[in-house]
């Protein structure tokens, strides 16, 4: 059973600093792995969709990675601001029809 | 404003109501989803509908009902609430399966009492 594991849970860091938030996934045979950002009382936005071919995506100042091998994806934020505050989740597709979602990190970037 | 739209976003219901949540996309998405998130247990799929006209279980599925109206909607019924059902509940569609990305609604908090 294809189980998705973030760490860490929580993260508080100031600005200005870059971080890397981790994903794991105990079943490589995947279609895809999408990252989410989730503010409190919100729905989920996706940020990147890496495919199970590719190695890495980019978008902005975020940076995702996959190493379906080893079972893990990374997502580097640089520069963090206040802004980036937020819950950040990591899902695979093991197949078309749906995603396993990790139950998220909790980033809090201050001032 | 395009996108996935949700209603109600809030709801207590007592055991043993029922009630419908309705969600709809204009996005001319061909799949739709509705999964609950718990805490400590991330979002999990209750139903999907990957066309319109087709309707499939996902995880957790018991004590659900769905219906895919139109391409369009796609509600979630739940028949007698229990306290276990207290969740929050999201909607998501997109283009055609998850190889496209999903969109999601910003949900629905329902608490059984």
């Known amino acids: 059973k294809q189980e998705v594991t973030q760490i860490p849970a929580a993260l508080s860091v100031p600005e200005g600093e870059n971080l890397v938030l981790n994903c794991s996934f105990t079943?490589?045979?995947?279609?895809?792995l999408q990252w989410f950002r989730q503010d409190p009382g919100k729905g989920l936005t996706s940020l990147l969709l890496?495919?199970?071919?590719?190695r890495e995506q980019t978008s902005g100042r975020l940076n995702a990675s996959l190493d379906k091998s080893s079972g893990r994806s990374t997502l580097y934020i640089a520069a963090s601001q206040p802004g980036d505050s937020a819950t950040y989740l990591c899902a695979v597709a093991p197949n078309t029809d749906k995603l396993i979602f990790g139950t998220g990190t909790r980033l809090q970037v201050f001032p | 404003n395009a996108g996935v739209t949700q209603t109600p976003k809030f709801q207590v219901l007592k055991t043993g109501q029922s009630m419908t949540l309705q969600c709809a996309q204009d996005?001319?998405?061909?799949?739709m989803y509705w999964y609950r998130q718990d805490p400590g247990m991330g979002l999990r799929l209750i139903y999907y509908?990957?066309?319109?006209?087709?309707?499939d279980k996902g995880e957790v599925p018991n004590g659900y009902n769905v219906s895919r109206l139109n391409k369009r909607e796609f509600s979630l019924r739940l028949e007698s609430a229990a306290p276990s059902q207290t969740s929050v509940y999201f909607c998501?569609?997109?283009?055609?399966?998850?190889?496209?990305?999903?969109?999601f609604g910003s949900g629905t908090r329902l608490t059984v009492v």
């Open positions: 509908s990957a066309s319109e006209g087709t309707t």
């Open positions: 996005m001319n998405h061909n799949s």
């Open positions: 890496i495919q199970s071919s590719q």
């Open positions: 998501a569609s997109s283009e055609a399966s998850v190889l496209y990305g999903y969109t």
């Open positions: 079943d490589s045979a995947i279609y895809n």
